[in-house]
């Protein structure tokens, strides 16, 4: 089952990139965060001609979260148990950052982590209760993959310099701290040789190289244990009308996967 993550930082705009994407690298399962679209107004027809079921959790123009499978989509949910709810002003909401499906077999989250904007501010405190509030939806046991942006370097090396970061955020020990617990959960972060998933839009950043890891597949034992091969499509990020993440591709060896073990 090839599984591929993509913050498409909207879905609207890139849905025809989107499905061509999905033929060129032949994905099973894709998940997108920053779709940017409410329920009402996704492209569902787009993935329907290519032959993918979709789940959907968008409110308005910001956030949202999806699954796109062609191997099956069960078990839908449109958040995990106990979110946090946030709101700068006035009651907090559910926001549309995670959405789960079981997809032939694995247990797949689209997950799209709040960014924190600055340390001290109520986004970074809602960003650590987010990561430590998801710890509760991992089964170790399971054939289960937590994926999407989770706007967390965890490695001084996933940057292109720890020193420009210096008093920012995704690269503090309490988010570190938040990350590794989720590993220490019973998660294994799916590694590749790719340097960077994300390279921002300001100064030019992809001509020079200047990006950060931060979009990751976080897999249980029984299923990293089947993954094959990993790595970034780089040239997603390339040419007009880009994103600026690339998917993080998965292969892993599910034949003869009885789908009763995640049930």
């Keep these: ?6 913050n498409v930082n909207s879905v609207r705009t890139r849905a025809d990139r989107i499905a061509a994407f999905l033929e060129r690298q032949d994905v099973d399962v894709l998940t997108m965060q920053e779709t940017k679209t409410a329920d009402a107004k996704f492209p569902y027809s787009t993935f329907q001609a290519a032959g993918y079921e979709v789940a959907h959790v968008g409110h308005n123009q910001w956030n949202g979260v999806a699954i796109a499978s062609r191997v099956g989509l069960e078990h839908v949910r449109d958040h995990f148990e106990r979110q946090p709810r946030f709101a700068k002003k006035g009651e907090p909401e559910l926001e549309a950052r995670a959405v789960g499906a079981d997809c032939g077999g694995v247990e797949v989250w689209s997950l799209y982590v709040p960014n924190g904007r600055e340390i001290g501010d ?3 405190d809602y960003k650590l209760q987010f990561l430590y509030s998801l710890q509760d939806t991992v089964r170790p046991g399971d054939l289960q993959v937590l994926t999407g942006d989770f706007n967390i370097a965890p ?5 292109w310099d720890i020193d420009w970061f210096d008093g920012k955020t995704h ?4 988010e570190r701290a938040a990350f590794q617990m989720l590993e220490e959960t019973g998660l294994t972060q799916i590694t590749h040789d790719d340097l960077y998933s994300f390279w921002d839009y300001k100064s030019g950043r992809f001509p020079r190289n200047e990006g950060m890891l931060i979009d990751f597949q976080l897999a249980t034992a029984p299923l990293a244990a089947k993954a094959t091969r990993a790595w970034v499509d780089v040239d997603e990020r390339r040419g007009t009308g880009a994103s600026d993440h690339a998917p993080v591709i998965v292969d892993y060896d599910t ?9």
């Design 1 to 6: 089952m090839r599984i591929a993550t993509w």
């Design 255 to 263: 034949h003869g996967l009885n789908i009763d073990q995640v049930r």
């Design 122 to 124: 109520p986004h970074y």
């Design 155 to 159: 490695r001084d090396e996933n940057v």
């Design 171 to 174: 690269v503090t020990e309490p």
